[in-house]
Antibody, heavy 120, light 110 residues
């Protein structure tokens, strides 16, 4: 059974960098059928796609966040990561990692989500 | 990239059918058959219900179906059940090589 688990600090100070890691178990992150995504959801609001990465390292980013986002992959650890720089209160959200099967936007497995609060 | 447009809320009685619309543009919904639908219960991660406009993942009830016409995709739930009460989100691949979500629709089962 495929499982994804987000990890990282739950509290980040304004202007600092948010860093999260998603550990994948039950499948290889190097499988060519999959992309790996980060999606967030501000409290009480809707879902927003942050970006995705392919096992080769090719990345795809939400244009509105592109200047602040870096997604990377470590196939040896079966993990992928998110860095979001210069955070503000507007970046407070539940952050999900997900597997996208066969193309971007088809997220068939999700992590449980991690709440990240931006506050001093 | 603007969010896809969904109604804020829909409702129906048990056993009835409801349809949720998802309106985009020729740069997203209208360009590809890559629309997905997700169900999200409070405090839970979203669950994929429909992908590629009308395909159901294994294990998803056939009461859920999807379709598309032009720039608008739709999710239909037939034989409404109490456990269908949730938030529903559509998403689409875009011509920019990105993904855009809808604002979400709250389904109330009366």
């Amino acid at each position: 059974q495929v499982q994804l688990q987000e990890s990282g600090p739950g509290l980040v100070k304004p202007s600092e960098t948010l860093s999260l890691t998603c550990t994948v178990s039950g499948d290889s992150i190097s499988n060519s059928y999959y992309y790996w995504a980060w999606i967030r959801q501000p409290p009480g609001k809707g879902l927003a796609w942050i970006g995705s990465i392919y096992y080769s390292g090719t990345t795809y980013y939400n244009m509105s966040l592109k200047s602040r986002v870096t997604i990377s992959i470590d196939t040896s650890k079966n993990q992928f990561s998110l860095k979001l720089s210069s955070v503000t209160a507007a970046d407070t959200a539940v952050y999900y990692c997900a597997r996208e099967y066969g193309g971007l936007g088809k997220s068939d497995y999700w992590g449980q989500g991690i709440l990240v609060t931006v506050s001093s | 990239q603007s969010a896809l447009t969904q109604p804020a809320s829909v409702s129906g009685s048990p056993g009835q059918s409801i349809t949720i619309s998802c309106t985009g543009t020729s740069s997203d919904v209208g360009s590809y058959n890559y629309v997905s639908w997700y169900q999200q219960h409070p405090g839970k991660a979203p669950k994929l219900m429909i992908y590629d406009v009308s395909k159901r993942p294994s294990g998803v009830s056939n009461r859920f179906s999807g379709s598309k016409s032009g720039n608008t995709a739709s999710l239909t739930i037939s034989g409404l059940q109490a456990e269908d009460e949730a938030d529903y989100y559509c998403s689409s691949y875009t011509t920019s090589g990105t993904v855009v979500f809808g604002g979400g629709t709250k389904l109330t089962v009366l």
